[in-house]
């Protein structure tokens, strides 16, 4: 999240990631101030607008390229690519300066106008750039439909949580809060964005999804307490043809 790292400190972690793990690193970047006015606080950001952003990306990009004012060690990696986390200002951001985009939530489910918009305002870095969007969905495969929202629900629970104490907390079978109704609302909208089912559920989920936004590529990932059931599920994930 930049309005809490610099670009130089975030080009040179990612340098070194990238010189230790050659074409294995992709860099993510968003604006988010931090969950909580607690936590925005300890921070010290509470003001960061789109056109700082917009700035500190370039930036970015620049360093990881060798080409910043200033040289980001080490020198000579190849520059990992770069993805702008989006929201609607993000999107805007992100076309600007021709980068690609990791869109989910919201986006993915519901008004299409934004990622329409990017589309149509990219500006190429370079003369191969094209719009390029990644849909990121929690993914959760199991034999049975209530067995894979019972797989969701400690992820969905721990989101509401980190929402109101600026913490995220380890996954568990049960909440550990006791939910009020608008808390209770959250959880049933991550439920709603979230893919979930059986093998067959969850192909036509996807691929509802990526015909919808017409996506470039799917970002899964998948969290739960039960380690086993992670493992059963991200191996049948692993099956499904795109």
């Known amino acids: 999240m930049l309005p809490n790292h610099r670009p130089i400190v975030v080009a ?16 993510g970047v ?34 990881l390229a ?3 004012p200033v040289t980001a060690m080490p020198k000579g990696v190849p520059a990992p690519p770069l993805f702008v986390l989006a929201t609607g200002s993000g999107l805007a951001v992100a076309a600007r300066l021709g980068l690609p985009v990791v869109v989910g939530g919201p986006l993915v489910h519901g008004d299409l106008t934004p990622l ?30 209530a067995r894979a929202r019972d797989l969701v629900l400690p992820e ?17 079978p049960e909440p550990a809060l006791r939910l009020t109704a608008r808390q209770q609302e959250q959880v049933e909208r ?19 999804i990526v015909e919808r936004t017409g996506a470039d590529e799917v970002l899964a990932f998948s969290s739960t307490y039960d380690r086993a059931a992670l493992r059963d ?10």
Do not use: I
């Open 156 to 172: 969905a629970w721990a989101m509401v949580e980190s929402r109101t104490t600026g913490a995220f907390p380890p996954l568990r």
């Open 30 to 63: 968003g604006r988010s101030l931090g969950f909580t006015a607690p936590v925005r606080d300890a921070l010290g950001v509470h003001d960061y607008g789109p056109d700082d952003f917009a700035g500190d990306v370039s930036a970015l990009a620049d360093l």
């Open 233 to 242: 599920s991200d191996a049948a994930l692993a099956t499904l043809h795109p």
């Open 12 to 27: 040179e972690q990612a340098k070194m990631l990238a010189a230790l793990h050659p074409g294995r690193v992709d860099l």
């Open 190 to 208: 991550h439920l709603d964005q979230a893919v979930h089912g059986t093998a067959g559920d969850v192909a036509e989920q996807l691929t509802a």
């Open 66 to 68: 060798d080409a910043g």
């Open 116 to 145: 329409a918009d990017y589309r149509a305002a990219f500006r190429p870095r370079h003369p191969d750039d094209a719009p390029r969007v990644l849909v990121s969905v929690d993914v959760l495969v199991a034999d049975a439909p």
